[in-house]
């Protein structure tokens, strides 16, 4: 009977890594927000914001609303939706 045992050859090899530490990776940035034109609604030529608007308690859904001047944007007593408010400018 052989006095050692046979070396598993996996072990033998070292990995040059240290257990537990990773590599950090680059940070990429990406610029493509920066380059797309910016597409926002106005009414008056007021900034029309994007507010939730929750209708539930008034027996209608709830939507994006369109907010300006901080009052919702209306049409004959109704909320309009967001992508129903104003006119779209690309900048």
Do not use: C, W
């Amino acid at each position: 009977m052989p006095d050692k045992k046979p070396t598993n050859e996996k072990r033998a090899i070292k990995s040059t890594k240290k257990k537990g530490k990773k590599e950090k990776k680059p940070v990429m940035k990406s610029n493509k927000r920066e380059k797309m034109p910016q597409v926002r609604r106005f009414v008056n030529n007021k900034l029309v914001i994007p507010t939730m608007y929750f209708g539930s308690a008034t027996g209608k859904t709830n939507f994006m609303a369109g907010m300006v001047d901080g009052k919702l944007v209306e049409k004959d007593g109704e909320v309009l939706k967001y992508s129903h408010a104003g006119v779209v400018k690309i900048s």
